[in-house]
Every structure is written in C-alpha cells, then in structure tokens.
C-alpha cells in the first residue's frame, strides 16, 4: 500500500517480520530507495488481535506520518486504546476494498 506523506514523499507500507504474539510489524518505506522510514506498530505483548487489526503507535515520533495514512484511508482508528506505561497503543483496521467502497 502507497500514500504520500508531507515529509518523506511517496511511501509504501510493508508488513514484515513477526512480533512474538505472532502479529506482523508494519514498517513505513521510501519508495524512491526503499529505505525504512518507521515503524508503525508497537508489541505491548496484549496477544494477538484479529486480522485486519494492528497496534499503532501514533504519538510523539510517529505522530505525522500516522496522521499521513489515517488522510489516504489505508487505515481507520477504531479509537480503542491499549495503555502501556508511558505510551498508548491506538487500536487502527486496516481498510479493505470492500469497506472503502
């Protein structure tokens, strides 16, 4: 999935590796030389949440390029919230052909 950010141009999400609850990190990539930008998601060891569904850290550091993807509609907050020391995990779901049509 590409979207255009306001700082880093044109980036591409990319589901890659597995955290140890088996859910996939979501990393954010240039598309101009495929270098990692951020990683979006965060393991709060919370289990592994149903498909379509990813712990985002959206805050501080991320707090752009999040808002970057929730303007393209590659994703929907679903405005749950997992709280983890000094961050919070925004529960998102990824959008589907289907439910953006």
């Known amino acids: 999935m590409k979207f255009m950010s306001r700082d880093w141009g044109e980036c591409e ?9 088996g859910s996939n990190p979501i990393v954010i990539r240039s598309v101009e030389d495929n270098s990692p930008i951020a990683k979006l998601t965060v393991n709060l060891n919370t289990g592994p949440l ?8 959206a805050g501080q550091e ?22 983890s020391g000094y961050i919070e995990g925004q529960v998102w779901k990824e959008k589907s052909d289907e439910s953006s049509a």
């Open 62 to 83: 991320n707090r752009r390029i999040a808002a970057d993807i929730l303007a393209a509609g590659l994703f929907v907050d679903t405005g749950a919230r997992v709280p």
């Open 50 to 57: 149903p498909d379509g569904l990813y712990l985002v850290r």
């Open 13 to 21: 999400i990319v589901k890659e590796g597995r955290y140890p609850d």
